[in-house]
């Protein structure tokens, strides 16, 4: 088992937002407020594939393999908005997280 943790955007050690995508949040648009959680959804959708592709992670099978995901409080946020919008996202990054995502664990909900 390997455990690779991530911290969201604009945390400590992450890399920060762009003006445009902060711009993004103090719209308080709908439209606006959707299209940013795509995107951080979309991010993650595509660590799955560069991590799938460069550390050649298994395919998963009754013994193994695959990945789990989990989000922490606030961070479920962006984890389920990469399975709400998975089927947006183009056909490499779709179809690697749809044949190896094997758990998703919500840990710590928020009080959003």
Do not use: C, H
Not at 34 to 63: C, N, Q, Y
């Amino acid at each position: 088992m390997r455990i690779v943790a991530i911290n969201r955007r604009n945390y400590r050690g992450s890399l920060p937002l762009r003006p445009s995508e902060v711009g993004l949040l103090e719209k308080k648009d709908f439209a606006f407020e959707t299209s940013f959680l795509r995107d951080r959804g979309r991010e993650i959708a595509e660590f799955i594939k560069w991590m799938v592709d460069t550390l050649k992670i298994p395919a998963p099978t009754a013994e193994g393999g695959g990945v789990a995901v989990l989000g922490w409080s606030i961070g479920n946020v962006t984890t389920m908005a990469m399975l709400r919008f998975l089927p947006t996202f183009p056909g490499d990054i779709r179809n690697v997280v749809a044949k190896y995502l094997q758990s998703f664990i919500v840990y710590g909900e928020s009080q959003i």
